[in-house]
Nanobody, 123 residues
């Protein structure tokens, strides 16, 4: 059974950078579309970025385009989220998700989530 574990969150000043990493346990990692979601207090969980199985296709929510980069290493079973030029509105718990699927123009999460890692952007 696939298990996910995030790391790399923390407190950073506005304009700073953080790199989140998600390690997966399953040898079938490369068969999953992977994504990063976030949930801020009082808000719904939102999809931030996702990456195709081989890694050639990436997509981002408009709010993070040009600042965040998702990448994966199928040999190491990891998916990372490099976050630059962080803003206070990026503050949230970030979750790794496996098995995203698309229906029409909407992407839906898979059933496997990590435990989440807190990112706080504040001066």
């Amino acid at each position: 059974q696939l298990q996910l574990m995030e790391s790399g969150g923390g407190l950073v000043q506005p304009g700073g950078s953080l790199r989140l990493s998600c390690a997966a346990s399953a040898l079938t990692f490369s068969s999953y579309v992977m994504g990063w979601y976030r949930q801020a207090p009082g808000k719904e969980r939102e999809l931030v970025a996702h990456i195709s199985m081989i890694g050639g296709i990436t997509n981002y929510v408009d709010a993070v385009k040009g600042r965040f980069t998702i990448s994966r290493d199928n040999a190491k079973n990891t998916v990372d989220l490099q976050m630059n030029s962080l803003k206070p509105e990026d503050t949230a718990v970030y979750y790794c998700n496996a098995g995203l699927r698309r229906m029409g123009s909407t992407w839906y999460p898979g059933s496997t989530w990590g435990q989440g890692t807190q990112v706080t952007v504040s001066s």
